[in-house]
């Protein structure tokens, strides 16, 4: 069964960091590009980061985003990180985190799993 856990979502500061967490099982990880997006009530999904993790690693960030936010993975762990740091209220969101088998993308029209979701909330 495939599954995608995120955690390290919380409460902060504008200013602030946090690192998210996506805990994958149930699929060979490194045949998967992982992608972080996030999703505010009202609005649709949008994506933030991805990563091939297979041995190419590229990497791919929305522009509300580069400069603040990094995307990593650990492959022995089957785990992908997002860093982020000099947080703004405007980050405040559900982020989500997904797997395809396509190349990493932006679109979560590509993503074929999705975890539950961990709440990102940065007050002023």
């Known amino acids: 069964e495939v599954q995608l856990v995120e955690s390290g979502g919380g409460l902060v500061q504008a200013g602030g960091s946090l690192r998210l967490s996506c805990a994958a099982s149930?699929?060979?990880?490194?045949?998967?590009?992982i992608g972080w997006f996030r999703q505010v009530p009202g609005k649709g999904r949008e994506g933030v980061s991805c990563?091939?993790?297979?041995?190419?690693?590229?990497?791919y960030y929305a522009d509300s985003v580069k400069g603040r936010f990094t995307i990593s993975s650990d492959n022995a762990k089957n785990t992908v990180y997002l860093q982020m740091n000099s947080l703004k209220p405007e980050d405040t969101a559900v982020y989500y985190c997904?797997?395809?088998?396509?190349?990493?993308?932006?679109?979560?029209?590509?993503?074929?799993?999705w975890g539950q979701g961990t709440q990102v909330t940065v007050s002023s």
């Open positions: 990563i091939s993790t297979s041995t190419d690693g590229s990497t």
């Open positions: 149930g699929f060979t990880f490194d045949d998967y590009a």
């Open positions: 997904a797997a395809t088998t396509e190349v990493a993308g932006m679109s979560p029209l590509t993503y074929d799993y």
